[in-house]
């Protein structure tokens, strides 16, 4: 290489480096549809203007033909994957046809394989010379009949994606019209360089070939577009899959009120092809949405709901600038909500309905909770009214029995007998009645003292107890601790509660023993009630706690109401304790009470306002 040449290669060079910027900068993202195509056409470009200057810079014919030779492989590649590029930039579904592609590759390998034995056959061009043309020796031949083909190749595939191109640039997708002038632009100047080159009009230095500058010149074109409108960053791709696929529609106007884009969905909508519609003004587009119009005309940005025939609809209107903040147009976002609408009107449907029936099951509880109240109040003053001449009658019977009102003989005193203890029996009946009602009603309140001396009330209940198994042959066993506390607490509930199950224990046993327990833990009193009779079977053990029920046992012995251990439960649960029974079928049953010695709760129930019963 001569160094008196050098200077003349410097823009060769500089072409070159225009180049590699861009190669590196396409690969960088060649992630982009069609990127790798670019990149390919950029690299292809880059190898080619390196060769270029090799062939430039070597003297001798024979690597002077090397170079040359190897000039046809990127030769070959540029048209190729410009072609390919330019298919993928405008969504071409060729983009994805392997055919396509692999009928495109074989036949420029072809060529290139004709380029490579050509000294054998001389179909692409003659033997090569070289002719003094300073300051460079150019290496000179004649092109044979495969030129022209390998042309037409070229050209074919080159004019084909201009005409792509140009067929997307009239489509304009308009925010990308720039994109694609400079696209045309940069891949027009080295065409022409071409072209002006195979005419031989016009020679830099005596070289035949002008393209390495026009690839050089279309190169910055190309690089100022990748600076300026991010060619490579915001390809149409994006807009053509988002925007076309996406369901809301998409309409664009520009600053003087005319449609320049709109996306399928759009079309839908004002039913017209976006043909029909693009470069139309709005007043044309939009006639049959007269009022809408109207009331849009002038607005830049909002968001509304509105309702055009069936189909609900929200509109978004937004402005949209230039790269400079210019207001260029306005984007119109219109969203089909009328599902959401119809969904929103049948949940309120719902609610209404759901509130109605709010209201009416209110009613009725009110109702139903008036005729409970009713039917307590009923029973509470019947049982009183009840009692009062009850208590007369048994009064007047003890005394005629007594022989208060004269002697007696023995049938008249048995009878009198009779009717005081079934006279005793309904008091007991009313008394009990009267409690649970009571309970269930929420009236019954505790009188609470916080003196009880359990000592004292337990030698009343074991008196009732004793008289209670008198007629039977049971033995009444004792079993309690010394120092009882004084307690918190109701004393005739606390007797009623141990009377009720001394009671059932004396009425269900015929033979044994019946054992009260009364054991002092903590704050706790853990009283028991055991006897030997027949027990009460599992299944019954829950449902004897319910009011009017009874086990079978029960209903045989036909005494009992079935009222007295719920009234039992809720009298210990009123004084913060528990009842609960242990019992094996026919081993007899045990009746367990925990009392408190004192606690809170009782405590506020001895305010004044804790009435007894
Ligand atoms: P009743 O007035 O019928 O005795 P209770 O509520 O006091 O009502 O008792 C409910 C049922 O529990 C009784 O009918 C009986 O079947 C059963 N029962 C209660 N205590 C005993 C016991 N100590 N032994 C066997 N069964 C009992």
């Given at each position: 290489?001569?160094?008196?040449?050098?200077?003349?290669?410097?823009?060769?060079?500089?072409?070159?480096?225009?180049?590699?910027?861009?190669?590196?900068?396409?690969?960088?993202?060649?992630?982009?549809?069609?990127?790798?195509?670019?990149?390919?056409?950029?690299?292809?470009?880059?190898?080619?203007?390196?060769?270029?200057?090799?062939?430039?810079?070597?003297?001798?014919?024979?690597?002077?033909?090397?170079?040359?030779?190897?000039?046809?492989?990127?030769?070959?590649?540029?048209?190729?994957?410009?072609?390919?590029?330019?298919?993928?930039?405008?969504?071409?579904?060729?983009?994805?046809?392997?055919?396509?592609?692999?009928?495109?590759?074989?036949?420029?390998?072809?060529?290139?394989?004709?380029?490579?034995?050509?000294?054998?056959?001389?179909?692409?061009?003659?033997?090569?010379?070289?002719?003094?043309?300073?300051?460079?020796?150019?290496?000179?031949?004649?092109?044979?009949?495969?030129?022209?083909?390998?042309?037409?190749?070229?050209?074919?595939?080159?004019?084909?994606?201009?005409?792509?191109?140009?067929?997307?640039?009239?489509?304009?997708?308009?925010?990308?019209?720039?994109?694609?002038?400079?696209?045309?632009?940069?891949?027009?100047?080295?065409?022409?360089?071409?072209?002006?080159?195979?005419?031989?009009?016009?020679?830099?230095?005596?070289?035949?070939?002008?393209?390495?500058?026009?690839?050089?010149?279309?190169?910055?074109?190309?690089?100022?577009?990748?600076?300026?409108?991010?060619?490579?960053?915001?390809?149409?791709?994006?807009?053509?899959?988002?925007?076309?696929?996406?369901?809301?529609?998409?309409?664009?106007?520009?600053?003087?009120?005319?449609?320049?884009?709109?996306?399928?969905?759009?079309?839908?909508?004002?039913?017209?092809?976006?043909?029909?519609?693009?470069?139309?003004?709005?007043?044309?587009?939009?006639?049959?949405?007269?009022?809408?119009?109207?009331?849009?005309?002038?607005?830049?940005?909002?968001?509304?709901?509105?309702?055009?025939?069936?189909?609900?609809?929200?509109?978004?209107?937004?402005?949209?600038?230039?790269?400079?903040?210019?207001?260029?147009?306005?984007?119109?976002?219109?969203?089909?909500?009328?599902?959401?609408?119809?969904?929103?009107?049948?949940?309120?449907?719902?609610?209404?309905?759901?509130?109605?029936?709010?209201?009416?099951?209110?009613?009725?509880?009110?109702?139903?909770?008036?005729?409970?109240?009713?039917?307590?109040?009923?029973?509470?003053?019947?049982?009183?009214?009840?009692?009062?001449?009850?208590?007369?009658?048994?009064?007047?019977?003890?005394?005629?029995?007594?022989?208060?009102?004269?002697?007696?003989?023995?049938?008249?005193?048995?009878?009198?007998?009779?009717?005081?203890?079934?006279?005793?029996?309904?008091?007991?009946?009313?008394?009990?009645?009267?409690?649970?009602?009571?309970?269930?009603?929420?009236?019954?309140?505790?009188?609470?003292?916080?003196?009880?001396?359990?000592?004292?009330?337990?030698?009343?209940?074991?008196?009732?107890?004793?008289?209670?198994?008198?007629?039977?042959?049971?033995?009444?066993?004792?079993?309690?601790?010394?120092?009882?506390?004084?307690?918190?607490?109701?004393?005739?509930?606390?007797?009623?509660?141990?009377?009720?199950?001394i009671s059932n224990a004396a009425k269900f046993t015929d033979k044994g023993s019946i054992t009260l327990s009364v054991k002092k833990r903590d704050n706790e009193l853990l009283f028991m009630v055991s006897d030997t009779g027949p027990g009460i079977p599992p299944q019954d053990q829950t449902l004897v706690f319910e009011p009017f029920r009874q086990s079978k046992a029960g209903l045989k012995s036909g005494g009992g109401t079935g009222l007295g251990l719920p009234i039992?439960?809720?009298?210990?649960?009123?004084?913060?304790?528990?009842?609960?029974?242990?019992?094996?079928?026919?081993?007899?049953?045990?009746?367990?009470?925990?009392?408190?010695?004192?606690?809170?709760?009782?405590?506020?129930?001895?305010?004044?306002?804790?009435?007894?019963?």
């Amino acid at each position: 290489m001569n160094s008196s040449t050098l200077p003349y290669l410097v823009p060769y060079i500089i072409s070159l480096i225009i180049s590699v910027g861009i190669a590196v900068y396409a690969w960088d993202h060649r992630q982009v549809s069609g990127g790798v195509y670019f990149t390919g056409l950029v690299v292809s470009q880059s190898l080619w203007i390196a060769g270029y200057i090799f062939e430039l810079a070597s003297s001798s014919l024979q690597s002077k033909l090397f170079w040359d030779n190897f000039q046809w492989i990127p030769s070959t590649f540029i048209p190729l994957s410009m072609f390919l590029f330019v298919l993928h930039y405008v969504q071409n579904p060729l983009r994805n046809s392997r055919r396509l592609i692999s009928f495109l590759v074989t036949i420029n390998l072809g060529f290139l394989l004709l380029i490579f034995t050509n000294s054998l056959h001389h179909i692409m061009a003659s033997e090569s010379r070289l002719i003094k043309n300073p300051p460079f020796d150019t290496l000179d031949y004649d092109f044979h009949s495969g030129f022209p083909l390998w042309i037409l190749n070229v050209y074919g595939l080159t004019l084909i994606g201009l005409w792509y191109l140009a067929k997307a640039l009239r489509n304009s997708k308009h925010f990308y019209s720039q994109q694609i002038i400079i696209l045309l632009v940069g891949f027009l100047i080295p065409i022409m360089g071409g072209f002006v080159t195979l005419a031989e009009v016009f020679t830099i230095a005596g070289q035949r070939d002008i393209t390495p500058f026009t690839f050089a010149l279309g190169n910055a074109v190309l690089a100022w577009g990748l600076f300026r409108f991010s060619l490579l960053d915001a390809v149409p791709i994006a807009r053509d899959t988002i925007i076309e696929n996406i369901r809301d529609a998409v309409i664009v106007i520009d600053q003087i009120n005319r449609v320049i884009d709109l996306n399928p969905a759009a079309e839908v909508l004002i039913r017209q092809p976006s043909r029909l519609v693009i470069g139309q003004p709005i007043e044309v587009v939009f006639s049959r949405w007269h009022d809408l119009l109207e009331k849009y005309r002038n607005i830049q940005n909002l968001r509304d709901q509105i309702t055009v025939g069936e189909q609900h609809l929200e509109v978004n209107i937004s402005p949209l600038y230039d790269h400079r903040q210019r207001l260029i147009g306005r984007l119109v976002l219109i969203h089909n909500v009328t599902q959401q609408v119809k969904n929103q009107a049948e949940i309120h449907q719902r609610s209404l309905e759901l509130e109605t029936a709010n209201h009416e099951l209110q009613i009725a509880w009110d109702a139903a909770k008036s005729a409970d109240k009713t039917k307590s109040q009923f029973l509470a003053s019947m049982s009183h009214e009840l009692r009062t001449p009850l208590g007369a009658i048994l009064n007047f019977t003890e005394f005629l029995t007594m022989g208060m009102f004269g002697p007696l003989n023995e049938r008249q005193k048995d009878a009198l007998e009779k009717v005081l203890s079934s006279g005793r029996h309904l008091l007991a009946l009313i008394n009990d009645i009267l409690d649970i009602t009571k309970i269930e009603a929420g009236m019954m309140h505790l009188f609470v003292e916080d003196d009880v001396n359990l000592s004292q009330e337990l030698t009343t209940v074991i008196a009732t107890a004793e008289a209670l198994i008198k007629d039977k042959p049971i033995q009444f066993i004792t079993d309690i601790d010394d120092d009882l506390p004084i307690m918190m607490g109701d004393k005739r509930r606390i007797r009623q509660i141990l009377l009720n199950l001394i009671s059932n224990a004396a009425k269900f046993t015929d033979k044994g023993s019946i054992t009260l327990s009364v054991k002092k833990r903590d704050n706790e009193l853990l009283f028991m009630v055991s006897d030997t009779g027949p027990g009460i079977p599992p299944q019954d053990q829950t449902l004897v706690f319910e009011p009017f029920r009874q086990s079978k046992a029960g209903l045989k012995s036909g005494g009992g109401t079935g009222l007295g251990l719920p009234i039992t439960r809720r009298l210990v649960e009123a004084h913060g304790g528990r009842l609960w029974l242990e019992s094996e079928s026919g081993d007899g049953a045990t009746f367990f009470v925990t009392l408190p010695v004192q606690s809170a709760e009782l405590l506020a129930m001895m305010q004044p306002e804790a009435a007894g019963l």
